[in-house]
């Protein structure tokens, strides 16, 4: 898809620019290094020293002298409430994502004493803003702002949980790409995405917006999401600033309870949960966020290891550093600060440069530096930092040029744009189940019953942090099957269950819906979560479908008809029934403002689904945590073992999923042959060739996700069964089959030694190639001393 974007309209602002006073003024003196030793800092964790593993050189966006000189100049000039007024971000009132809001921002802005505004979009409202700085303050510095655009704009794609099932880095690019489009057309500079939390533990209602459980593939999603948003460069009006988060570990919280403690050990952090941050970092991502969980007993907005020792020594982090909402003056009742004063000293000194929505610096700030316990170097380096960013957006050049009007609607839910989410919507649907070949369905398909809460309901298509995104613009299921349905095909809908927990028990619409599935050739029911019982503060105990969902299901059972499941939700649910009892299951997750056709393309076959979980389906909550990649035990349960009792299993269910990590069917059948390897002994610096032939046995074309993972056998600690270490999206014809090879080296082996050295051990090895992370033995090689 070819996007094309006018061009921005240059506009006159030479009386909105800085004094004459400050572009003549002279250029500070250089600025020292920050000491190493600075009051009140805290949470470094006592560890062996460690290395990090190595990766491109973090994004600096160029050298820039001229930046450098003119924001020495500026802040020459600035008073110390200026400086604290450009580490301030405040919330508009348009929006509520927190619990406060501050009152009085505009009169903040026009006191200077605000540097960024965020929940504020459109032109006419940037703009309206952006003029209180511009021409209301002494040194007219502009505002920044900054919004929530996590899975599209106006524009919505599918969860990002479900970009990631697509396994398609170019479509996740491209949907980010196209979000950051729309986004910066409203008057936006900033995006506070992509989040890149590693999560196993599906009660936590924020995985719906990361990439799932693997430590690879979210890295490679990381990577992905800021590029799309960020575009050819920081400063064009097609792009956003991204922001990397929850940083860090946000995704493991116990008990999966939203803004719970987080407590890991040094080697899973680094090993499991730092890599896509590293990744995003690298990719060139603008600024990080701050996670509300403590990590190691400090809360991360107060950790001077995170945001100094790891971000900026160890990783190289040029951009600014933002709390999430009010996370500052939570320090308290975390018990790590006693009052707000000490808990803004703990932050700043720790290395945030931005209190969003807190107020904690523009309270207490100017007094903590009167009483030196936090040095004017530390703030002139944050403001540095805040300013520098604002300089490459070309702001101080031209305040208004993210505020062009005729750009706002030329790029907003363009034809390409909804075809483009109608493409990545069906690329993110998996297969879970197709007994029979129930799916697609058949031409001889005369009578469909539509069943379920969520078949008609466009305001739950678009799922949870949804931005801007219309509640009543998405196409509903029952739209998009009764538009593709062939002439003479009747389409019967129901709504039939609830998917609300007070009505668990209730049999409300059940008779409605049995008559409109009694004389139906399939049933299609549409059923999950309510939209909102997914994403931040939506934690659960219960991942069984809500409300009577399931009662309905079993009720529809008896009339002997074939049922598609079309599951809509922000997570991997727990529906072992349903597993065992309907015919086909689609998750669909939430798909976005095209979902009724994107659904009803799989439905009909028009287009084959590819998709693969990234997360695992458990059958029941008490699996919980479970994911492909864990560590055996001493006593593991095997099936050659069945029956004994002192093994590492449960009384009541089998130790696998329901379905796991990497498992996605299609409506045509792969085959893969043996796996070989070019070499059975590599040495360091070396690699080998691991080769499959993969053939479309099946009658229709289709794509598979080949997914490469290895297994070190024996270390000095000990390692996962397996570890994704690639995959490849192939597309075939019918009868043809493809060479597929993947390279290991000794790098893609390393890891986190016993004495915390990053690097690969010499030893045994199995590599295993297929559809899904569930695989019989594999191949075995050696890496030598």
Do not use: C
Not at 221 to 234: D, M
Not at 369 to 388: C, N, P, W, Y
Not at 602 to 625: A, E, H, I, W
Not at 712 to 732: C, M
């Amino acid at each position: 898809m070819l996007i094309t974007i006018r061009p921005a309209v240059r506009l006159s602002v030479r009386t909105l620019m800085l004094s004459a006073s400050l572009i003549a003024g002279g250029i500070a003196a250089p600025l020292s290094a920050r000491e190493t030793a600075r009051p009140g800092s805290a949470g470094a964790p006592v560890a062996a020293p460690v290395e990090t593993p190595a990766g491109p050189t973090p994004a600096v966006w160029g050298d820039r002298p001229e930046m450098r000189s003119f924001v020495d100049r500026l802040m020459a000039q600035m008073t110390l409430a200026e400086k604290i007024g450009q580490l301030t971000l405040l919330t508009s009132d348009w929006v509520s994502t927190g619990p406060t809001l501050r009152a009085g921002y505009k009169e903040d802005i026009a006191a200077g004493k605000v540097g960024a505004i965020f929940n504020a979009h459109s032109v006419a409202y940037t703009r309206e803003l952006q003029k209180l700085a511009v021409e209301g303050t002494r040194l007219k510095i502009p505002l920044l702002f900054g919004y929530d655009v996590i899975h599209g704009h106006r524009t919505m794609f599918p969860i990002s949980l479900g970009e990631a099932a697509s396994w398609d880095l170019e479509a996740i690019e491209k949907s980010a790409r196209i979000s950051a489009i729309e986004g910066a057309a409203e008057g936006l500079h900033w995006t506070y995405a992509p989040m890149v939390d590693i999560s196993r533990d599906p009660r936590w209602g924020r995985v719906s917006e990361g990439a799932g459980e693997d430590t690879y593939l979210g890295s490679r999603i990381a990577e992905a999401r800021v590029k799309g948003f960020q575009g050819k460069r920081i400063g064009d009006t097609d792009s956003l600033l991204a922001t990397v988060k929850h940083f860090a570990a946000y995704g493991a919280p116990q008990a999966g309870r939203d803004y719970s403690t987080v407590d890991m050990s040094m080697r899973e952090l680094r090993e499991v949960y730092l890599p896509p941050y590293k990744a995003a970092v690298d990719a060139g991502a603008a600024t990080v966020m701050t996670s509300f969980n403590e990590l190691d007993g400090v809360p991360a907005s107060g950790s001077s290891f995170l945001l100094t020792d790891v971000l900026r020594k160890e990783w190289g982090f040029k951009g600014f550093v933002v709390t999430d909402y009010t996370s500052i003056n939570e320090m308290i009742p975390h018990g790590f600060s006693k009052d707000e004063k000490q808990a803004g000293e703990q932050a700043i000194n720790a290395g945030v440069d931005m209190d969003m929505q807190g107020a904690v610096y523009l309270n207490h700030l100017a007094k903590s530096v009167a009483e030196g316990k936090v040095s004017q170097q530390t703030i002139d380096d944050a403001v540095r930092r805040v300013l520098e960013m604002k300089y490459r957006l070309g702001l101080f050049q031209d305040p208004y040029r993210f505020s062009d009007a005729k750009r706002e609607k030329a790029n907003v839910m363009t034809p390409a744009f909804l075809e483009a989410a109608r493409d990545v919507a069906r690329k993110s649907m998996v297969l879970l189940k197709n007994q029979n070949d129930v799916l697609p369905l058949a031409a001889s398909a005369k009578r469909i019953a539509l069943i379920g809460p969520l078949a008609d309901s466009k305001a739950d298509m678009i799922g949870s942090w949804a931005g801007q995104g219309s509640r009543t613009r998405p196409i509903s299921l029952l739209e998009g099957i009764r538009a593709r349905a062939a002439k003479g095909v009747t389409v019967n809908y129901a709504k039939g269950a609830s998917y609300q927990f007070a009505d668990a028990g209730k049999t409300d619409g059940f008779a409605e819906a049995m008559a409109a599935a009694k004389d139906a050739d399939v049933i299609v029911a549409a059923m999950g979560e309510y939209w909102d019982m997914t994403g931040e503060a939506a934690s659960r105990t219960d991942l069984n479908l809500p409300g009577n969902q399931e009662a309905l299901l079993k009720e529809l059972k008896t009339l002997g008809k074939p049922i598609v499941l079309v599951l809509l939700s922000g997570r991997p649910n727990t529906i072992p029934w349903a597993a065992d009892n309907v015919d086909a299951i689609l998750e669909a997750w939430y798909p976005g403002t095209m979902a009724g056709t994107a659904v009803a393309d799989v439905l009909f076959g028009d287009y084959n689904p590819s998709g693969k979980l990234p997360m695992t389906f458990p059958r029941s909550v008490g699996q919980v945590p479970i994911f492909y990649s864990m560590k055996n035990t001493g006593r593991p349960y095997t099936a050659e073992k069945q029956g004994q009792k002192y093994l590492s299993r449960y009384l009541d269910s089998s130790n696998s999923p329901q379905w796991p990590f990497g498992h996605g069917l299609s409506y045509t059948r792969f085959t893969y042959s043996t796996v070989t390897i070019d070499k059975t002994v590599i040495r360091p610096g070396e690699a080998l060739t691991a080769t499959v032939t993969l053939t479309n046995s099946g009658k229709r074309a289709g794509t598979e996700i080949v997914q490469l993972y290895t297994r070190d056998l024996v270390g000095s600690v000990t390692r996962p069964v397996k570890e994704l270490k690639g995959f490849q999206k192939i597309a075939l014809k019918p009868g043809e089959s493809r060479r597929v090879t993947f390279r290991v080296s000794d790098k893609d082996l390393a890891f986190y030694r016993q004495d915390m050295s990053w690097g690969a051990e010499p030893g045994e090895f199995e590599l295993f190639v297929g559809g899904t992370s569930d695989l019989p033995v594999g191949v075995k090689f050696s890496l030598a001393e």
